[in-house]
């Protein structure tokens, strides 16, 4: 089952602009992460956000995460050509304790 | 170099052939996982293994056989291939099971013709 869905389900910005994707869940979690995936590759960790935390920073990453609303954001600040890709929230449900993943937004940064 | 590498990166197969997709770490996690991703669902847990000779399903394990003799490998077997199991199979290493960073492979993809 689905736990986290993406939104957009994709996403145009121009080079220098902010792009900002945003992933609901439905169930209590006990942590949340976001992956990126280019093309043709593996997913590779991004940043990982606990159930307790509001928010997190990691270089031109901001986590942010609302446990009220169910929902969390991904902010991509400054975006390159190089940011285009699927990037993928990922949930950790207490109950169920394995990752499911969403159904991505792809990114595309238009040089 | 430190990594988690599979093989092969593509495979086309026969409806009804047995296939088996090969997962190496480096890193001496205890975890490792199987995934398929498919158009519109995402990444969906296939099996998952704990430790050596310690696996359990995920959410969509049937037609799929799992081993771990060592820790390192984690072995992906397509019994008898069907169509509707056409698709990139990832596998994936963590420390913990949940809430620590997952490293994926690049990937397999899988056609079932």
């Known amino acids: 089952s689905q736990q986290g869905e993406e939104d957009p389900q994709a996403l145009s910005i121009q080079e220098g602009e902010n792009a900002t994707m945003n992933c609901s869940y439905k169930?209590?979690?006990?942590?949340l992460q976001w992956y990126r995936q280019n093309s043709g590759r593996g997913l590779v960790h991004l940043i990982l956000?606990?159930?307790?935390?509001r928010e997190k920073h990691s270089g031109r990453l901001r986590v942010t995460l609302d446990t009220s609303k169910k929902s969390s954001s991904l902010l991509i600040t400054a975006s390159r050509a190089a940011d285009t890709a699927s990037y993928f929230c990922?949930?950790?449900?207490?109950?169920?304790?394995?990752?499911?993943f969403g159904s991505g937004t792809q990114l595309t940064v238009l040089p | 170099d430190a990594g988690i590498t599979q093989s092969p990166r593509y495979k086309i197969t026969e409806t009804g052939r047995q296939v088996t997709l090969m997962c190496h770490q480096t890193?001496?996690?205890?975890?490792m996982f199987w995934y398929r991703q498919d158009l519109g669902h995402g990444l969906r847990l296939i099996y998952y293994?704990?430790?050596?000779?310690?696996?359990d399903k995920g959410e969509v394990p049937d037609g799929y056989v799992v081993s771990r003799s060592k820790t390192e490998n984690f072995p992906l077997t397509l019994e008898s291939a069907t169509r509707s199991q056409t698709s990139v199979y990832f596998c994936?290493?963590?420390?913990?099971?949940?809430?620590?960073?997952?490293?994926f492979g690049q990937g397999t993809r899988l056609t079932v013709v």
């Open positions: 994936a290493s963590s420390e913990l099971r949940v809430g620590t960073e997952a490293f």
């Open positions: 169930t209590s979690i006990n942590n």
């Open positions: 956000i606990r159930s307790n935390e």
């Open positions: 990922a949930t950790d449900e207490g109950s169920a304790r394995q990752l499911t």
């Open positions: 890193w001496s996690h205890s975890y």
């Open positions: 293994s704990a430790a050596a000779d310690i696996t």
